[in-house]
């Protein structure tokens, strides 16, 4: 007697069926309507608050549903009028005096005016301000030069600075000094992250918790109503899952494609995307001590890694060999006369010999993942044994992020003698400033890890950062890479292209350098 | 039976507040914190520190702790510094999420493993017991996030059957149909480990109990062989199935992180991930607190389960 019998299994087989046809019987991935653009986010945004966030995920969002006074132009980092027509800056550099555009309205009605502009930086500035509360605002010290905002008139509204600060304009453009509706705060208060309201092409619609953020067109933008009908944001935290999506026609524009999936994506039914950006991959070299100390062994450790071969093979080419301690998307300021150190093994050997460092034993701080690292694990193994091919025994240390910057950001004084590192900035006053100067060692509360001091490259810095002239703080710039370059207190490695892929439904979409994902032009079919 | 329940409601007690102090330690060791994670590259000792101050990171841990301890008491688990949102709201929405992937899965292996194994002891050495035996070994050898990428490129991008990720549709869903259609592959995925250990031991279960005088007597009587198995030896094997289930359901839930990674699936597990990767110190508390009070409970009624079927356990 069998424990099945016939009709068993038939009923069996019929139910398993069933099953199978009401998942398969369903049109898949319900297609999505045109005017309608699905965007592929890396993880869940944190708030839709520009004063309250720090990610590039969040951004990506911000910048469609806000403004700023300023923002960059098309295709460059240099800073072009938005919520503000024209600015004056007074004869010392101190006084910021903006004429803002009229008749723009938020979202939710109110209007756009002075009074607008000073609560927006009086709540993430003032620790008194009313709605302070609805912080923190992490990075408000992009605007801790601002002392006072003062409202002129409805239509006028002056910064003064308590010291002349260059790169005040552009962080201007950067999406913390984006605008956002002092009505919709008042109204919202700590939730307004989840209820924004600013000026932008799109505005808000809905927020579904770990699914998706969607905005839709806003017809009266004062730059003219957006192509598209709407945009979604999903949340897809897997690199291969958000590329299956992309492949599976469940999104229909995909950011940060890594390096292996991108031959998925050729062909018709794809484009792909590249811009360099504001971004510089290098290694901190400890000039304090140990072999490093030696400007000769920095020399050659610059050349003996070999950035080709790292940009080519270990990331696909989604980099660019780096040259100095300034990307080129900061074409203003970039010293293009400042070339690569080239692969050259033999001369790095003779540097070393020079230096008597032979068989010297290095540590190396390489981090697991971590925001601009790019690929860190296959590059520190890469860069270990371009250093061991000529004559360093190079220990890895690999850490998690947070305690990677936890070892690394207070120096690497009696720790290691190099470090992975990188960085995305908005001004080419940010890196140096933060990570070269001898005033920013780690105890002075700087970046500069690896202890490098020249006090040329101080002075240089200081009197970029005090300039309003752009080409004179351009001539700075370059004298500083041209003496950082040599010096070598870092290997410099890579500037990552940033990329990304759209369907074939896809029209008009940039990337922009300033890593921003703009989609007021985009059209979708 | 009352009593017993409430003994070992009592004693959960103990449980609970010994993984609030280990959570929270732990949390308070990791190198690391939330203020320089949320500050990347700018993460100065002066942001840092002002940070901190304005998320109440400053004062000593001891403090912190009962602090924390008190507003959980009182329901409050405090904000997510990474989500900006109550953690409480963002735990039970993505326990929910867990319950309905891990529970479908758990559903899915206990039926399937305790009929694969029945029919492979009733079947000892047939081949339906050689093939089930077979398949049993290849499911628990494969590791649940590498079929669900299979499963993915095969059966969403590939034959477009059902989609790639995700809980609903973004256009258009929200139903059940919706949902069943997004749940398939993630919670296949995550059966097929348990399924594979369940069907195991249901087999030895069954053969030990099959091997037993009882069942020689039921036979000798001329039970039908259908009802000496399912009614018989299925009920007396269930005594030594239930505490495997039990601990299946454990790791049902654990393995859901590697699965709601791979399918999107906005559950417990991705949720804890991410927050610890983001050192969002609230959210990782409130969401293991959260996690382990649900097993406790659970584990509470797989015992009470037990004493049921089998007097002989003393309440």
């Not at chain 1, 019987?25 to 965007?39: D, K, R, W």
């Not at chain 1, 600015?87 to 101190?94: A, K, L, Q, R």
Request: charged share 20%; aromatic share 10%.
């Amino acid at each position: 007697m069998g424990v099945f019998d016939w009709t068993r299994r038939g009923v069996l087989g019929a139910a398993t069926g069933a099953v199978l046809a009401m998942g398969a019987g369903l049109p898949a991935a319900a297609q999505t309507p045109p005017g309608v653009l699905v965007v592929g986010q890396i993880a869940e945004p944190k708030a839709l608050d520009p004063a309250a966030v720090t990610a590039v995920n969040d951004f990506r969002i911000l910048m469609n549903v806000y403004d700023g006074l300023v923002r960059y132009k098309s295709g460059t980092l240099e800073v072009e009028p938005a919520l503000a027509t024209g600015w004056d800056i007074s004869e010392d550099g101190t006084e910021y005096t903006f004429a803002l555009r009229e008749g723009v309205k938020f979202h939710d009605g109110s209007a756009f005016d002075a009074e607008a502009v000073k609560f927006n930086f009086d709540r993430m500035l003032k620790d008194d301000h009313p709605y302070h509360d609805t912080g923190p605002f992490p990075l408000a010290f992009f605007f801790s030069s601002v002392e006072e905002v003062t409202v002129i008139d409805p239509l006028t509204v002056k910064f003064k600075l308590s010291a002349p600060y260059a790169p005040f304009l552009s962080n201007l453009a950067y999406p913390t000094g984006l605008i956002v509706s002092p009505a919709a705060v008042a109204k919202y208060g700590a939730d307004f992250g989840r209820n924004p309201s600013g000026t932008g092409p799109f505005k808000f619609a809905e927020w579904r918790s770990n699914e998706a953020v969607v905005v839709e067109a806003n017809a009266d933008y004062w730059d003219g109503a957006p192509s598209l009908d709407a945009v979604v944001y999903r949340p897809i935290t897997d690199a291969n899952t958000r590329t299956a999506e992309m492949l599976a026609g469940g999104i229909d524009l995909m950011v940060e494609v890594p390096p292996v999936a991108l031959s998925q994506f050729q062909g018709d039914r794809f484009t792909v995307s590249e811009q360099a950006g504001p971004h510089l991959w290098f290694l901190i070299l400890n000039a304090k001590e140990g072999p490093f100390a030696d400007k000769r062994v920095r020399q050659a450790a610059n050349y003996a890694v070999n950035k080709e071969a790292l940009v080519d093979n270990v990331l696909e080419g989604t980099a660019a060999v780096a040259a100095g301690p300034t990307p080129p998307a900061f074409a203003w300021a970039y010293d293009e006369t400042v070339q690569p150190y080239p692969y050259d093994p033999e001369k790095a050997k003779a540097l070393i010999a020079e230096a008597g460092v032979d068989g010297a034993e290095l540590t190396f701080y390489v981090t697991e993942g971590g925001s601009g690292m790019l690929d860190p694990i296959a590059m520190g193994t890469a860069i270990q044994a371009d250093l061991e091919a000529v004559g360093f025994d190079v220990k890895i240390e690999t850490y998690e992020w947070n305690t990677f910057l936890g070892r690394v950001n207070p120096g690497l004084e009696g720790k290691a003698d190099m470090a992975e590192m990188a960085w995305m900035t908005n001004d080419p006053d940010t890196l140096p400033y933060l990570a070269l100067r001898t005033e920013a060692w780690p105890d002075k509360g700087g970046f500069n890890s690896g202890y490098y001091s020249n006090p040329k490259v101080d002075e240089l810095l200081d009197a970029a950062r005090v300039s309003t002239s752009q080409d004179e703080r351009a001539a700075l710039y370059k004298q500083m890479q041209q003496i950082v370059h040599d010096d070598a207190p870092w290997v410099f490695v890579a500037n990552w292209k940033q990329n990304a892929v759209t369907s074939d439904k896809v029209a008009n979409f940039e990337l922009q350098p300033s890593f921003f994902l703009l989609l007021k032009d985009v059209v979708k079919n | 039976m009352g009593g017993y329940i409430l003994k070992r409601l009592i004693s959960a007690v103990p449980v609970l507040l010994g993984i609030t102090v280990i959570v929270f330690a732990i949390m308070a060791l990791i190198p690391g914190d939330p203020a320089t994670a949320i500050l990347g590259s700018y993460a100065t000792p002066e942001n840092v520190a002002k940070l901190n101050r304005d998320l109440g990171l400053d004062q000593p841990a001891v403090t912190r702790y009962f602090i924390w301890l008190g507003n959980m008491l009182q329901g409050d688990f405090g904000r997510s510094f990474a989500l900006n949102r109550p953690v409480l709201d963002e735990v039970v929405e993505r326990f929910n999420a867990t319950l309905i992937l891990a529970g479908t899965a758990f559903v899915l292996c206990s039926l399937l493993g305790i009929l694969a194994g029945v029919v492979s002891a009733a079947r000892q050495y047939g081949w339906a017991d050689k093939a089930i035996t077979f398949a049993v070994l290849l499911g628990i050898s494969i590791p649940s996030f590498f079929l669900g990428m299979m499963m993915i490129l095969i059966f969403a991008v590939n034959l477009r059957w059902l989609p790639v990720s995700g809980m609903y549709a973004i256009y258009g869903g929200g139903d059940f149909p919706d949902l069943l259609r997004h749940l398939t592959m993630p919670a296949l995925a995550l059966a097929v480990v348990a399924t594979g250990v369940i069907a195991r031991l249901s087999r030895s279960a069954m053969l030990e109990v099959l091997r037993q005088d009882f069942i020689r007597t039921a036979r000798a009587k001329g039970v039908p062989e259908r009802r000496v198995i399912w009614g018989h030896a299925l009920r007396a094997a269930m005594v030594s199935i239930i505490p495997v289930l039990g601990i299946q359901a454990g790791f049902v839930l654990s393995g859901a992180v590697y699965i709601e990674i791979v399918f999107q699936w906005p559950g417990v597990g991705r949720m804890l991930v991410d927050a610890i990767l983001k050192r969002d110190i609230l959210l990782v508390q409130g969401g293991v607190v959260f996690v382990a009070a649900c097993y406790v409970m659970f584990n509470i009624v797989v015992d009470v389960a037990q004493s049921l079927l089998d007097p002989r356990i003393k309440t």
